[in-house]
């Protein structure tokens, strides 16, 4: 049987820093609020760049640290909610840059789970040996669809992009995957699309931003991560104790230290860069393991954890022999 090994990974964050000092112009807030209820400094913005951009360039980054190059790619997934347009996706617009062949290139939309989500399904494609090469990608430019008159959401989102190479294995490397959604809370977390037609009238639209109810988003988060990591844990046999690291979503370090206490993992298991980075959506995961694997905290043959979620409700996760 064919399985999924990770064969590279890079990421992508843009030059254009905000600090906290910068909000508190903007927005009723400090750098002490921001800090202690989050654990965010600085996070990346971008100011000329779009989401296929970033994607291209975590991408590169992924794909130089294989013997591998862009035309022996199979597939190409983006895990992204901020593409440059609705249609093409940021998918297409990547494989033209990367000048890869005339392979499938899809756009999901999994929120901040995507990345996961995304990862899931290469590792069936890849285990059904329809797909050898795949090009896994989390990418988002939220300061797109951040309102900066709402201090709720305003301080917490950023722009960045992660990648990683897949390829076929004979050993299992990905010990156990799942990722999960739950409809009934829509509204928790979301954006406006476009507006119903009555009578072919196109009425004026305001602009759609992201809209969140944080402390029900934090119950949900505090709850997810320690579910989905037990669930990895039972189906693969591996205790949460065994492994390695654990790359969580970055959302907020509160949300990863109430996790880490309540499943008992030290905090110098959990990989934290939120400080500087800020909550980028699909990209967090992918940014945070290959800043792990750039660090050195991350080993070949080292089995970690990675754990996400988001509006949908998503979530999900995996435990990784690297
Ligand atoms: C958003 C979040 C940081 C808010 O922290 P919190 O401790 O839950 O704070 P609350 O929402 O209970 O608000 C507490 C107070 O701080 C205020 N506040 C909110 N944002 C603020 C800000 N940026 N600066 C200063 N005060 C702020 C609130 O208005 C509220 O004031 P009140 O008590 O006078 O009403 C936190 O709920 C969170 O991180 N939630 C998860 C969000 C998330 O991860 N989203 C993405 C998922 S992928």
Redesign the pocket.
Known sequence: MTHTKILGTGSYMPNHIITNQDLAKIV??SDA??TS??GIKNRPMTIDENTSDLAYQAALKALESTDISAEDLDLIIVATITGDYVLPGVAQLLQRKLGARMIPAFDINA??SGFIYALDIADKMIQSEAYRHILIVGADILSKITDFSD??TC??FADGAGAMVLGPSKEKHIKAIQTFSKGDQELL?YMDSYPLKKNFETPPQARPFVK?Q??D??KF?VWAMPYTLNKLSETSQIALDDLELIVA?Q??ER?IRYAAKSLKIPMDKMFMNIGKTG?TSAASVPIAIDEAVQSNRLKRNQVFGTVA??GGLTWGGAIIKY
């Open positions: 009723d807030t609020w921001i209820r989050t929120a901040c201090r709720n301080v917490l977390l969140m944080g402390s988003v934090f988060a979503h959302a907020n949300i909550n979620f988001g």
